[in-house]
């Protein structure tokens, strides 16, 4: 990748939008900052933005081979991926199959009950309030979505979830829950929603199907330790992790 200086978009607390190299492209860049309840606890891991970047390539490949469009164009480094430019809708969406997490804490709930469904739930995206959680009634009193696009994101997060807690199932991971961010896509002036962001060890929980063990952002929020050798177990289960360069196998055993 050439050096030349690129226009920062934003920069996250997990990555750097970059202007891309066509209207209507960014570059999103992945960082190693880790970064855990509303980011007053923050470390650097070594190695994790690379298999970020990898990880949610492949998934988002995946799912749009299945028909869920998404922002993701291509790979173009070891931290970088050509994404479209989407207008953020401003909700975390978190899908759960599993208590765990805030889930457990607000309901009184053990962590690990099976839910009788999923369950989706919608957060207002917003680091000053410490993104509340919010009922269809506030996304569309406030405009953050109507109800057609509200309807889109339900169908999306759904079939997202049945092909990943498939993928995941298939080799060994429970998929517990995951947030996703969508956006709109503007065709004139008519827009459709998409998936963007991300989707990775940092925005799922995946519990070892045998073991229960913890293979995501927790081992980071609760100090359980190889926090990199768990996602880089999960790129391997997912048959990616040859795909990864020595050096990082250097700066996750570092
Ligand atoms: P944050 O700290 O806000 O979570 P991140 O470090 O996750 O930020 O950086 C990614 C940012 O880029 C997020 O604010 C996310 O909403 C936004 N984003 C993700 N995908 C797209 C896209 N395709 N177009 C525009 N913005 C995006
Ligand atoms: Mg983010």
Known sequence: MTTKSRK??????AKILYEGPEPGTL????KDDATAFNAQKKAVLDGKGVINNRISEFVMTKLNNIGVQNHFIKRLNLREQLIREVEIIPLEVVCRNVVAGSMAKRFGLPEGQQLPRSIIEFYYKNDALEDPMVTEEHVTAFNWANTQEIDEILAMTLRVNDFLSGMFAAVGITLVDFKIE???LFEGEFSRVILADEISPDSCRLWDAQTGDKLDKDRFRRDLGNVIESYAEVAKRLGIMGDMPKVIEGG???
């Open 8 to 13: 920062k978009i934003y920069e996250g607390k």
């Open 27 to 30: 570059v999103q860049y992945f």
């Open 182 to 184: 969508y956006g709109r």
């Open 252 to 254: 996750i055993t570092s």
